[in-house]
């Protein structure tokens, strides 16, 4: 039923090896994240309040974060899945120069969103939250740099293709499957935030002082 | 899939003209000797490359346990001191494990799967020697705690400023290997009274940088061979014609896959407690040791059956040959195998019903572990049924594997008893789990490869180990190891605590003490025995034929040892136990119109896979370095990361390369054939 | 087969699969636009909760299906994923399960 299959080397299934590999690699991913994102919302029911600062004083998360600018990383984030969409497909038809603005602008969002990302850290560092002053700061900076560090692989790899392209030797069937490789790693680096953005902001945002600490006063800020 | 294979077919590599990839540099296909065995990407080079560490740091584990039981052997000795002792008992179940069994079995998964499905090579064969190496590194930087231990205790580093800055000195990893929390982590920054916010020594960080990087190999491997079975099977040999041994190469890659994540995991957090402050295990700020013991057995109880089921798979493939009979209730036994491993993930808390995690949660895992009894039940039924009215040869590796069924059964018997929780109670932390789990694992998984090193030895060398010596050695390995865990089961129940480097008089546990480590020796005479007599063998052995055994599987219908390309022609199969159809039934194996003169595609050698899995050399001395206070470790780390990098940079322009190679090819002359070009690879 | 060359059968499928790619887009926009909102409004949280875990799910399969290709792949990927996946989310939903705060002492910390 897959169009693509005859497009593959004969291997035993119709996929090809590189892309069943990947898909392996994003299945056993899955069980990475599974287990940091789980650690942190496990420490958020426990200790639902928030975090204590270096100064002593009670901080819930909600008021910590900024969900304006999160919304926008969101946002960029998913744009850039949407070009790296396109750009597979460029790769597919064959058209090289496609291909290269589509895969520079999900470079260019993917600097983009570290940029949020880095802004946010500090943003955050500023306000009291630090690696070694709470629990929720060492889950919540080693999950969402864990996902960053992907992020940053993934724009090495898209830049390294990118240069690559000028070689003249990306391309026909080998080359469009390369770059559909590297596609979907992409996108699953962005379904992972997906899963991140719901569960680790969105939400702290029910209720008075998040899911978690639902019922507790919030503190006036 | 493209490739650059500019020649036109040669007789051998060395008729090649020398060839330079994308990168501008030669591909060192046509090196022989020391540089080849370096650059191979022969999953056959490659497997003896992995048995032969693994048999090395199988004598390590060996060393390392016999000292514990010298010093075990009478009560409140001296032989080492309690620190070196808890040294002693880490280091050796850490090698045991991850450069012993897994290795060796890695061995096998690497020669026999291409084999055994009708392919040339697996699907990535550099990301194959990538596997291997990163290994070797890996391993050398575990063990070199050990040199850093010796030159600690010689004295060596005394003039060094940031040896004498050290709060701690222990330099090989001490916490068990599981290294459980929070002795392995951290209690924040609030303590003055000493100045390292940690609880041991820089042995801790060498042991989590050293299973991170065997993890990285580990998981490499499995995706290659996954992706090898499913996609590489030879015409005609559906899922459910594969040799049992690769079926279980299929699930234990499987498991690898989704069992290792938790452990990078759970070593990133620890990681970050230990450099950077972090307080994942830390209890003064919050952070729940438990968590630590959750998520390093939601691995290691995956584990195990990683361990057990290649094993497995070997027993599953020697007792039909040896009974001449084909195995009973195949479909069932790749079943069993498959919920093994499924149920294997839903048991981790046996390791904790001693923590308190309350009865509901104690009593599922408690069930949950009774009913991973049920599979394995049914697989040593099968394999009865296998031998029952068989004409049974008692041929080594078929002693072996006989053996194997009844120790293993017996550390299951041990195992059953655990998963009762109120009986666990008193089992746990006691000498009881360790007969338990040496019985699996020694009675079960060495006796199981053991029994695979004999049985595919001929077909790996061309040669044929000695009988009376094989005899001689497994003896004296079956009657070693079961003085040395046979008591500990009594020693467990009457009360014998685990990791206690001396225990006094008057408990009773002297007698069987000197008993088992009466044992230890005996299992060490056997081992030695059995490796050298192997290694002799591979070296000046007696020649044998390609089938000595009267095999079932397609391996045995290839020369010994194996040529380079492995299949002439491609086999084409039309049932089960393929080649003894061929030789014994009317299925006969057919043979593609590939090969000949036309050649078959070889993947070209490559310095790259090696070159990226240095960077883990730098990467695994800087870590444990920033722990030492050494300055500008950091930067060792970052130059390791640059050298994996650059190494794959380099791997992924240098193109997979790839030349043609004549095969020697039986029946009508290549003109009177029809094209041989078949589809391209 | 020649590689330089992509034949017309290609070119018409992947052109269908841009406008797919465009709607897809604009959708997870719009999804991720509503879920902002919906966190702000005066509901009970476990309903809104519900809410959000049933559109995260939606983006999430929207993604791997389409943009990852997954729904004109074979299904042998996406049932190897989905195990991974699976394995996952029943794993570490026991995991917090088993973390239940009757049984840890949190009155040290806040």
Known sequence: ?221 | MSHDTHHAPVASKLDLAPERSDLGLYRPDRTTGLLDWLTTVDHKKIGILYGAFAMFYFLVGGVEALAIRTQLARPDQAVVTARMYNQLFTMHGTTMIFLGVMPLSAAFFNFLVPLQIGARDVAFPRLNAFSLWAFVFGAFVLNASWLFEFGHLAGWFDGFAWHQALTYTDFAPANGWFSYAPLSGTFGQANAALQSPRFTGVGTDFWIIGIQILGVASLAASFNFICTILNMRAKGMTMMRLPVFTWMTLVTSFLIILAFPAITVALIELMFDRQFGANFFNPSAGGQPVLWQHLFWIFGHPEVYILVLPAMGIVSEILPTFSGKALFGYPIIVFSGAVIGFLGFAVWSHHMFTTGLGPVPTAAFSLLTMAIAVPTGVKIFNWLGTIWGGRVRFTPPMVLALGFIWMFMCGGFSGVMHSSAPADSQQQDSYFVIAHFHYVLLGGVLLGLMAGLYFWFPKIFGRMPNATIAYIGSGLVILGFNLAFGPMHYLGLAGMPRRTHTYHAGNGWEQWNLVATIGAYILGIGVCIVFGNLVWTALKGKKCSNDPWDGRTLEWSLPSPVPEYNFAQSPVVGARDAFTEHKHGSKRIAYENDGGDAGVHMPSQSWMPMLAAAGFLFIGFGMPMMSMGVPHAGWIVITGVGVLIAGIWFWAVEGPGGYMLKTPVEGPAPADRPSAATSAH | MSDAVIDQKTIAIETERYHHFITLALWLAAITGVEIVLIFLPVAPVVILGVLALLSAIKFFAVILWFMHLIYDARLLFWLFFAGLALAFATFTAVMVLFSSDRIDTKWFS
């Open chain 1, 1 to 221: 039923m897959s169009q693509d299959a005859a497009h593959h080397a004969p291997t035993s299934t119709g996929i090809d090896h590189k892309k069943l590999i990947m898909w392996l690699f994003l299945a056993s991913d899955c069980m990475f994240f599974g287990t940091l994102i789980s650690t942190h919302l496990l420490y958020r029911k426990l200790y639902p309040t928030g975090f204590t600062d270096a100064e002593g004083h009670q901080q819930f998360v909600q008021k910590l974060f900024n969900i304006e600018l999160t919304s926008f990383s969101t946002f960029i984030l998913l744009m850039s899945s949407f070009l790296m969409a396109l750009a597979v497909s460029a790769m597919h038809k064959g058209e090289l120069k496609s291909f290269r603005r589509n895969v520079l602008g999900v470079i260019f969002f993917g600097l983009i969103f570290l940029g949020c990302q880095v802004y946010e850290f500090t943003h955050f560092y500023h306000q009291g939250l630090t690696i070694q002053n709470s629990v929720l700061g060492s889950t919540f900076y080693v999950l969402t740099g864990t996902h960053g560090t992907h992020v940053a692989i993934g724009i090495l790899w898209l830049v390294l293709m990118y240069f690559y392209s000028f070689t003249g030797k990306l391309g026909g069937h080998v080359g469009a499957l390369d770059v559909e490789v590297a596609g979907l790693y992409w996108h699953f680096v962005d379904i992972v935030w997906i899963i991140i953005f719901t569960a680790v902001y969105l939400v702290e945002y029910l209720g008075p002082s998040g899911i978690w600490g639902n019922g507790l006063p919030t503190i006036a800020k």
